[in-house]
């Protein structure tokens, strides 16, 4: 137990304080609410970016706009319910999408 | 050209498409209609029973809040695949009480656990008038064995959910994923006879025990789960008497709010393999020389035999390959598989196991592949492609949604219908269907983009009907093609093994009237009021 051990603690800890709602789903319980970071990461971003979809982040689009594609789809993207992806999440998540940078490493088709 | 249509109606088009509800098929003067003899009063008495079970937010019933549930990829040109509503509870007590207010109310009611079925309807009921029982928020993770390799899990839980929970552990099981894995339900994936690309892919296979949501309400325990006290209701599947899992599957006997699942250990050693077929016309020689494989389990897991169209379509469009309205030829796509280090048939296997048991089986099996003219590949020689990284992906049970770029192929409209009959796995049969399959598609001015699931002892042949939704002309001839294929694969012996729910009764048809008789005294003396999902399976 060293200063090495003390640093990689701290640092962690910093890193968990550093993103919000990031608890990992428990055993007997229904999955905790997500932060933008988390749906995008485990939904969204499986296409847009990726091969599939569009690229979304860094395009500044309204968020009027993407709330509205995420509930009904549109050509060939599902429609997300909101048993899903829920209101406040979405509202969250359309806010990050058309606030973030582009993303290095994304690629549209 | 469509690219840049599509990127122009994005960048700038996007609020306009919010205001003018594009591509919802929406529309104020058309409401969905009701289940048949049900009034306005008994439709509006059910939602207002439902919202005190579950609160008034989720409860949808207007026509703009169900508009997420009418998200469908499958021809539909008269629009009669439309829920009239959708429910969402929370608990098995929610479903129970939902159950009893709809037989009170005749309110017919489809089941679905995440809805992602892609090609095969989503959330949309094979008749009008029912409400979508929406099961997602129910997604808890019940249990894990880790020494077992057992799980328990309500029909809300993802494949990305339990991914996540067996990592977070650090709890040494695989899943086994459908290709939209993030989104699906292994529950509901399980429940339609889903399978995946493990050797754990055939997921009915792998299924134990199950908790059940009668017609009349009550809960009912498959296998060893209506013992007090026992500890294998996820260990053994058969219990005592006969054997009803089935009966739940593919069917609108019950509502499944648990189910048991077997996890496969992660094996010391993972090695996938694609093996490259020059032509078209290789198909027998690789289904006969892949079938001993698969009989013996040498090779353990359902392969995956990929035409060079499907493969293309998931990534490239048409109009990259051939110029729009000219026929996708041979040669055009020989050129671009060639480009995308692809064969005209992709084959690929994983083996799983030790150092030692790898290293025994594999010249064996690279024998055998070799005579039949294929070109073995590993991640050795693939490193970077595309194409290999999706299925090495799959055939450890990873995640990617890879797939759902078909919908682009062929304009932007996503349209997308699955037809899977089913074979046994002989050559011979396999150049017959791809023969049958062709004339068909292209009679209707479509494409074959096509793989076979090569299963066990059976082949399943998933035919991926691709169209643009949004031309009329296309939706109609989409149409038409897919009740084609149905009735004349069908004349030959091969039926579907699953199908969406524009098509249900027509394949139950096929299945034949002592079969159909059977399935519907069963419905009527569990469900006398007809309340759970009428038309599944053409069961009525």
């Known amino acids: 137990m060293g200063t090495r051990a003390v640093l990689a603690g701290g640092l962690a800890a910093a890193a968990v304080l550093a993103m919000p709602a990031l608890a990992a789903q428990k055993l007997g319980e229904v999955q905790p609410p997500r932060a933008p970071e988390q749906v995008y990461a485990k939904v969204c971003g499986y296409c847009h970016g990726r091969n599939v979809g569009p690229v979304i982040l860094g395009r500044h689009l309204p968020a009027e706009a993407i709330r509205y594609v995420a509930r009904h789809g549109q050509n060939g993207m599902p429609a997300f319910r909101p048993s899903e992806i829920s209101d406040a999440e979405l509202a969250a998540l359309a806010d990050w999408i058309s606030r973030a940078d582009a993303r290095t490493g994304e690629h549209g088709q | ?540």
């Open chain 2, 1 to 540: 050209m469509t690219t840049i249509d599509r990127r122009g109606l994005l960048g700038t088009g996007l609020a306009a498409t919010a205001a003018m509800g594009l591509g919802t098929g929406a529309s104020a003067k058309n409401p969905a209609p009701l289940a048949p003899g049900r009034s306005k009063a008994d439709f509006a008495g059910a939602m207002k029973a439902f919202r005190s079970v579950v609160g008034a937010e989720w409860v949808f019933g207007d026509e703009e809040a169900v508009a997420p549930w009418t998200k469908t990829y499958i021809p539909d040109p008269s629009g009669h695949y439309k829920p009239v509503g959708a429910v969402c509870p929370e608990n098995v007590e929610q479903v129970q009480e939902i159950v009893r207010i709809a037989n009170t109310f005749k309110q017919p009611l489809w089941t679905v656990s995440t809805g992602k079925n892609m090609g095969y309807g989503m959330t949309a009921p094979a008749t009008p008038g029912q409400v979508v029982l929406d099961l997602k928020r129910m997604n808890r993770i019940l249990e894990v064995d880790a020494d077992l390799g057992t799980c328990l899990l309500e029909p809300g839980v993802t494949y990305q959910q339990l991914k996540d929970y067996l990592e977070d552990n650090n709890i040494p099981l695989w899943i086994d994923v459908p290709t939209v894995g993030p989104i699906a339900s292994p529950v509901g994936n399980t429940l339609d006879r889903g399978v995946g690309y493990t050797p754990y892919g055939e997921h009915f296979m792998f299924q134990c025990g199950m908790e059940v949501c009668l017609p009349d309400g009550r809960l009912m325990r498959t296998g060893m789960g209506s013992i007090k006290g026992s500890t294998a209701w996820q260990a053994f599947k058969w219990g005592y008497g006969p054997y009803v899992d089935g009966l739940f599957t593919q069917s609108n006997y019950g509502i499944v709010t648990k189910m048991g699942l077997w996890l496969m250990p992660r094996p010391p050693v993972y090695k996938p393999f694609m093996v490259r077929h020059p032509e078209m016309g290789d198909t027998p020689k690789i289904i006969e020389a892949m079938r001993p494989l698969r009989v013996s389990s040498l090779v353990a897991n359902c392969n995956l035999m990929m035409s060079a169209s499907y493969q293309l379509a998931m990534f490239k469009r048409r109009n990259e390959i051939v110029p729009d309205g000219a026929p996708l030829d041979e040669a055009s796509l020989k050129k671009a598989a060639k480009a995308n280090g692809l064969g005209m048939w992709n084959t690929y296997f994983a083996l799983y196991g030790t150092e030692q048991t790898v290293a025994a089986i594999e010249p064996i099996i690279r024998a055998q592949l070799t005579a039949s003219g294929g070109e073995v590949m590993t991640a050795a020689e693939m490193e970077g492609n595309p194409w290999f990284h999706h299925h090495q992906t799959l055939m450890q049970g990873g995640l990617n949604l890879d797939e759902i770029g078909l919908l682009r192929w062929r304009g932007s409209g996503g349209g997308l219908a699955w037809f899977a009959p089913v074979a046994a796995a002989r050559g011979a049969e396999a150049e017959r269907q791809t023969a049958l399959a062709r004339e068909i598609l292209e009679k209707h001015g479509f494409d074959y983009t096509a793989a076979y699931a090569i299963g066990w002892r059976d082949l399943h042949h998933i035919i991926a009907l691709l169209f643009d939704k949004s031309d009329p002309a296309q939706h109609a001839a989409a149409d038409a093609c897919y009740r084609e294929l149905v009735t004349r694969f069908g004349a030959q012996g091969w039926a579907s093994y699953r199908t969406g729910v524009n098509s249900m009764d027509l394949v139950a048809q096929q299945y034949g009237e002592v079969n159909r008789d059977f399935n519907r005294t069963l419905k009527h003396a569990i469900d006398p009021n007809g309340i759970l999902a009428p038309g599944k399976s053409g069961i009525v």
